[in-house]
């Protein structure tokens, strides 16, 4: 069946690059998303990028699509300690209507 | 401001007892879907509505209901069924069915059952 891939943490310093990785096994996926969740909140979206598109940038945030491996990345450059949360990966398909999640990677900033 | 309430934030049960979250929206959004978010776990769809007087379920539904009789409003009950109830319950609406519509978030409801 469809799944959606991500490590459980990352670990940066203050002030580098952070880049969130996901891996996704349906190649009908449409649009693929990046939430942000922060301690005991709901989710909110950060961006998302169509299945015809390979990269697309927001200020901070860089999301590159890679559609042949079916890897998705979420780049944060700068990052701050504000940045500090659980990041999740979803694709939507072709197929139906619902939404496939990654678990979620926990950003933990260094000082 | 237009966003998404739930309530209670925080929610505490007696085992056997059936419990009701609120969820209500001023997006004027068409659809809204409930989630359940275990820790470590992605988020897993207990049930969704398209339009009013109109569900589905959704991947875990067993054990819960929902109501849709107006447009803003989308009460989730768990019932004694639930066979583990204590996790975390996020609703979300979209302008249209998820999947090129993106989602909106409530801030959740913890809901601990002992």
């Known amino acids: 069946g469809e799944d959606v891939e991500q490590s459980l943490f990352l670990s940066v310093r203050e002030g580098d690059s952070s880049v969130i990785n996901c891996t996704y096994t349906?190649?009908?996926?449409?649009?693929l998303y990046w939430y942000k969740q922060e301690p005991g909140a709901g989710l909110q979206l950060l961006t998302y990028?169509?299945?015809n598109m390979d990269m697309k940038q927001d200020q901070r945030l860089t999301v590159l699509l890679n559609k042949k491996d079916k890897h998705l990345s979420l780049r944060i450059a700068d990052t701050q300690t504000g940045d500090s949360a659980i990041y999740f990966c979803?694709?939507?398909?072709?197929?139906?209507?619902?939404?496939?999640w990654g678990a979620g990677t926990k950003l933990i900033i260094k000082p | 401001d237009g966003g998404i309430t739930q309530s209670p934030k925080y929610l505490f049960r007696k085992e056997g007892q059936n419990v009701t979250l609120s969820c209500e929206q001023n997006?004027?959004?068409?659809?809204m879907y409930w989630y359940r978010q275990d820790p470590g776990q992605g988020l897993r769809l207990i049930y969704y509505?398209?339009?009013?007087?109109?569900?589905q379920k959704g991947d875990i539904a067993e054990g819960y209901s929902v109501s849709r009789e107006k447009k803003e409003s989308f009460p989730l009950t768990v019932t004694s069924a639930q066979k583990n109830p204590t996790a975390f319950y996020l609703c979300?609406?979209?302008?249209?069915?998820?999947?090129?519509?993106?989602?909106?978030f409530g801030n959740g409801t913890r809901l601990t059952v002992t």
């Open positions: 979300a609406s979209s302008v249209r069915e998820q999947g090129d519509s993106p989602l909106h």
């Open positions: 997006l004027n959004h068409d659809a």
């Open positions: 509505s398209q339009i009013v007087n109109d569900f």
């Open positions: 349906d190649s009908s996926s449409t649009y």
């Open positions: 990028i169509f299945s």
């Open positions: 979803a694709e939507s398909m072709d197929s139906n209507y619902q939404l496939i």
